[in-house]
């Protein structure tokens, strides 16, 4: 999938829209996956992303964050935290499975269906720059925004 066009896809998104990928060519795209609402590590991936935010956007990026959660869930999350981005439901795992995101992980010692951390970085034409995946979320949006950073031309 690296260097090529990720095919159009739609979601229901914060806000009550539908984020449409082609809509969003022109810009930089961050797609962070994540496995829960209002769980530690994903606060944490969330909140270093919203602190980043204005930065991205001196990039000329958008930022999308995408769990399994419901569009409910997904708005109260974002306004606990503040999040100026869109959150989108991925309740089919339609998109997970187009990313390969949905594993196998274990939990307190049992395995479970789930999603893992993952992102990946929309360059202004829709293809696919660059991927992280089974990532740790503490420092994660840095290390994203500086890629991001080499993409401006």
């Not at 100026?84 to 274990?106: G, H, Q, R, W, Y």
Request: aromatic residues 12%.
């Amino acid at each position: 999938m690296l260097n090529q066009p990720v095919a159009n896809f739609i979601l229901p998104a914060t806000g009550q829209v539908n984020f449409n990928l082609s809509s969003a060519l022109g810009k930089s795209l961050v797609i962070y996956f994540y496995p829960k609402d209002n769980t530690p590590g994903c606060i944490t991936e969330s909140q270093q992303f919203r602190d980043l935010y204005p930065d991205f956007q001196k990039a000329q990026c958008e930022v999308v964050g995408i769990s399994r959660d419901s569009i409910k869930s997904h708005e109260n999350f974002k306004a606990k935290f503040t999040l100026p981005f869109a959150l989108l439901s991925d309740s089919e795992e339609k998109v997970c499975t187009k990313f390969n995101v949905i594993k196998m992980k274990n939990m307190y010692g049992k395995q479970v269906h789930g999603i893992e951390r993952s992102t990946f970085v929309l360059d202004q034409y829709g293809v696919l720059s660059h991927e992280w995946r089974g990532i740790k979320a503490d420092g994660h949006a840095q290390e994203v925004l500086r890629f991001v950073q080499t993409l401006i031309s």
